[in-house]
């Protein structure tokens, strides 16, 4: 029975495999054009600072992520008088969420993701479903469902909870990230 119920595991990976045909490229350019909204909005943040205070500029960075191969992205680096604090693209293929930008100051690091708006915290990211009928532990992503996504700052709690992205959450990131 075992060699049988192996037959039908590869039948229906093959099935699988036809049915979840990727645009690998089309999912780098929507991470990308995301990407460069985060950049347009930090930027509408800092405004009123710039040029006196605050400046910031651009760097292509290479990233290498499974199926999507190496691509440039941008690296924002946010120069405060001595400090600078970089805004790091990580990447699209991630569990939950369609992106990672790691905030990086002299004194820690902070996280921004691109969510499902109705995601509070971590937990909301993936749902796990036990299947009792053979008891099989499933779990499904929130990628898999519509969403309207939307970029996101993870607390450095124990419990990980996302707060919307906005002026005032994101300048008291900067000066955590920076020892302000």
Avoid at 122 to 132: E, F, K
Avoid at 171 to 178: D, F, K, R, S, Y
């Amino acid at each position: 029975m075992g060699t049988q119920d192996f037959a039908k595991f590869v039948a229906s990976q093959q099935e699988a495999h036809v049915k979840a045909e990727m645009d690998w490229a089309g999912l780098r350019d929507e991470w990308l054009k995301n990407l460069d909204s985060l950049y347009q909005k930090v930027g509408g943040f800092l405004q009123e600072y710039i040029p006196d205070s605050i400046s910031y500029r651009f760097a292509k960075i290479e990233l290498n992520e499974p199926n999507i191969g190496r691509y440039l992205a941008k690296r924002m680096d946010i120069k405060i008088g001595r400090q600078r604090v970089c805004l790091f693209p990580v990447g699209t293929l991630l569990i939950g969420c369609r992106g990672r930008v790691d905030v990086v100051g002299s004194a820690g690091r902070g996280q921004i993701l691109l969510v499902d708006a109705k995601a509070r915290g971590a937990s909301d990211l993936i749902q796990v479903r036990i299947n009792t009928k053979d008891s099989a532990l499933t779990t499904t992503s929130p990628q898999n469902l519509p969403a309207s996504w939307v970029w996101k700052i993870v607390t450095n709690g124990a419990q990980k909870r996302f707060v919307d992205l906005e002026k005032e959450s994101f300048t008291a990131l900067l000066m955590e990230v920076a020892n302000a």
